[in-house]
């Protein structure tokens, strides 16, 4: 079984030792797993990943579950910005949350994919608006550096959406980034429906006080 964590650090990421190891509840990967309450000035991420094989290794599926994410972070501390990297479990469903985050600026940084299809690194160097995300067929250890925050919160929540990793035949990483889906496809012949990130954490943790703020900032219209 599959351990629940969350690592904070500076500079690459690099291999998990006892003292590095902090346990944040809402992470998970095929674990019970919950969302609490806010505290104090505490941050909300949630979103939720789907990455595509569109033929690399002779293979033709998708994966949501076996997925380690990555943030990249810019925390106050003593008064000062302090660069931090998070890297967590998404859940077998795709879904990632993390509760209570030290207030600060956040940005996804990359995802790790342990699949049938093979073991990938999907990140972004994000030194521009747009940059391109590159794939790795193996644990490839990048560094959290970069410039570009592509994420607003709203009420010390972070919505990352849905984030959907297409890597085409050769090695290319079409990247989209959606509030919802409808029967939507992308380059498999699967379709997906997901609907607001919001929706999927208000309806799981009914007695979460994050509810009433993710009431808040769900979107209108649906």
Known sequence: ????????????????????????????????????????????????????????????????????????????????????S?????????????????????????????????????????RMPNERWMIANASYFYSFTGEYFHYTPLLNVYNFKHNIFSVLPGGEVRFYNRARMENEFFHLADSYTRGFVEDYFIEKYPESGWVRILQQIRPEGR
């Open 1 to 84: 079984m599959r351990s629940v964590f969350s690592k904070i650090a500076t500079g690459a990421i690099s291999v998990l030792t006892a003292g590095s190891i902090l346990a944040i509840p809402g992470c998970g990967g095929g674990l019970s797993t919950t969302l609490t309450n806010p505290e104090g000035d505490g941050m909300l991420l949630i979103g939720s990943i789907i990455v595509e094989n569109v033929g690399m290794r002779n293979k033709q599926e998708y994966y949501t579950d076996n997925i380690e994410v990555s943030f990249m972070a810019d925390i106050e501390i003593n008064g000062k910005l302090t660069r931090k």
């Open 86 to 126: 998070y890297t967590i479990w998404a859940q077998d469903d795709g879904y990632f949350s993390v509760e209570n985050a030290p207030n600060g600026k956040y940005t996804l940084k990359g995802i790790r994919i342990y699949s049938p299809g093979g073991e990938w690194t999907i990140w972004n160097e994000l």
